[in-house]
C-alpha cells in the first residue's frame, strides 16, 4: 500500500471518528515504511493534536509538522497547521509567520482567515479586515462570522 492510498483509506477508530493514539501508532508505522511522505507526517501532527490519552503531546505534532516541511517545502498544508498550532500556543508573531508562508503557497482562504484571527489577537484590527478583504470567497459563512467577530472586537487581546 503506497503512503496515498493509506491516506485515502485510513479511518480513525475513535467515538465520532476521532483519532486515538492506536491510530497514531499506526500512522507512525507507515512512516517508517514513507518517511519522506509530507502528507503522511502532516495526517500524524494532525491526529496527534486530536487523538485522545496522554501518550503524544502537541510538541510531537509540532515536530510532524516541521517534518512535513523538510519534506516538501512548498506544500502549504504543513506551515498552516504550524500557524494553527502557534496559535493554540498563543504565539501569535510565530502563528502569523506560519500562516502568511501558507498564504505564499495556496489559493486556499484557510491560512488567510488563520491569519486575520491571529492579527485580531494581536490587536491589529484593521490589518486582519484588511487580510479578510484578500480571501477569494467572500460569500463565505465562515469568512462573515470571522468579519462579524473581529469588527465587534472578539477577538481582541484581553
Known amino acids: 500500500m503506497s503512503a496515498e492510498s493509506f491516506i485515502k483509506t485510513f479511518q480513525f477508530s475513535g467515538s465520532g471518528g476521532q483519532p486515538t493514539e492506536v491510530d497514531v501508532d499506526k500512522i507512525f508505522e507507515m512512516l517508517h515504511v514513507y518517511p519522506d511522505s509530507a502528507r503522511l507526517w ?17 510538541d510531537n505534532a509540532r515536530k510532524c509538522y516541521e517534518t512535513a516541511i523538510q519534506r516538501s517545502p512548498d506544500d502549504p498544508e504543513a506551515y498552516e497547521s504550524l500557524g494553527f498550532w502557534h496559535d493554540i500556543e498563543n504565539d501569535f508573531e510565530t502563528s502569523a509567520k ?13 491560512p488567510r ?17 484588511s487580510e479578510l478583504n484578500h ?8 469568512l ?13 487581546p484581553e
Open 42 to 58: 502532516n495526517l500524524c501532527g494532525d491526529s496527534i493534536q486530536l487523538s485522545d490519552g496522554d501518550r503524544y503531546s502537541l
Open 98 to 110: 506560519y500562516f502568511r508562508l501558507a498564504i505564499q503557497r495556496t489559493k486556499s482562504d484557510v
Open 113 to 129: 482567515l488563520g491569519l486575520a484571527r491571529v492579527l485580531a489577537q494581536l490587536g491589529q484590527k484593521s490589518d486582519a479586515m
Open 135 to 142: 480571501c477569494s470567497d467572500q460569500q463565505s459563512v465562515e
Open 144 to 156: 462573515k462570522i470571522l468579519q462579524d467577530e473581529i469588527a465587534n472586537d472578539l477577538w481582541y
